[in-house]
Nanobody
Framework: QVQVVEAGGGSAPSGGSLRLSCTTS????????MGWLRQVPGKRREGVAA???????SYRDSVKGRFTISRDNAKNTMYLQMDNLKPEDTAMYYC?????????????????????WGRGTQVTVSS
């Protein structure tokens, strides 16, 4: 059974930090390009960061220098370290695993015929 579970969301003050994790099971996530996306109500989901199977990363401009994406294939887990948070980072954050090696460009993985998504974790940053 495929599972994609995000954790680590919550509330933080402006300038604070949070670390999100995405743990997968039921498929070989090491062969999947993986990424974090976020969505605010009424707006389109947007890519935040992605990491391909070779460990190459891509970030959206607004989070460069503040967020760090990483993956630990031995633990089937991907992380998003978020530092110097800003109120505009407030959103529901989703983990996605795309059945493609990559590359990760434009803060997202290439589209794939097979994709697995988590249910999301809320991040709220107060000013």
């Amino acid at each position: 059974q495929v599972q994609v579970v995000e954790a680590g969301g919550g509330s933080a003050p402006s300038g604070g930090s949070l670390r999100l994790s995405c743990t997968t099971s039921g498929f070989t996530s090491s062969t999947y390009c993986m990424g974090w996306l976020r969505q605010v109500p009424g707006k389109r989901r947007e890519g935040v960061a992605a990491v391909d199977i070779d460990g190459n990363t891509s970030y959206r401009d607004s989070v460069k220098g503040r967020f760090t994406i990483s993956r630990d294939n031995a633990k089937n887990t991907m992380y998003l370290q978020m530092d110097n948070l800003k109120p505009e980072d407030t959103a529901m954050y989703y983990c996605a695993a795309m059945r493609t090696p990559g590359p990760a460009t434009g803060a997202v993985c290439p589209p794939a015929s097979t994709a697995y998504w988590g249910r999301g974790t809320q991040v709220t940053v107060s000013s």
